[in-house]
């Protein structure tokens, strides 16, 4: 099951939510400036 995960761009600096599945590595871009520089920050 995907689950969520806070995302930010290393670009920019705007952070996202989006799902987040281990098995599925998937291209992610910031939607704010499209960069795919994107780290993913851990849940608190
Ligand atoms: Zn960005």
């Known amino acids: ?3 969520k ?3 930010k ?3 920019c ?3 996202f939510t989006d799902s ?3 098995k599925v590595m ?3 871009a910031c939607p ?3 960069s795919n520089s994107i780290r ?3 849940e608190k």
């Open 32 to 34: 704010k400036c499209a």
């Open 20 to 22: 987040y599945d281990p």
């Open 13 to 15: 600096g705007h952070e």
């Open 9 to 11: 761009c290393l670009r």
């Open 5 to 7: 995960a806070n995302f």
């Open 40 to 42: 993913r920050m851990k």
């Open 1 to 3: 099951m995907a689950e």
């Open 26 to 28: 998937k291209e992610r």
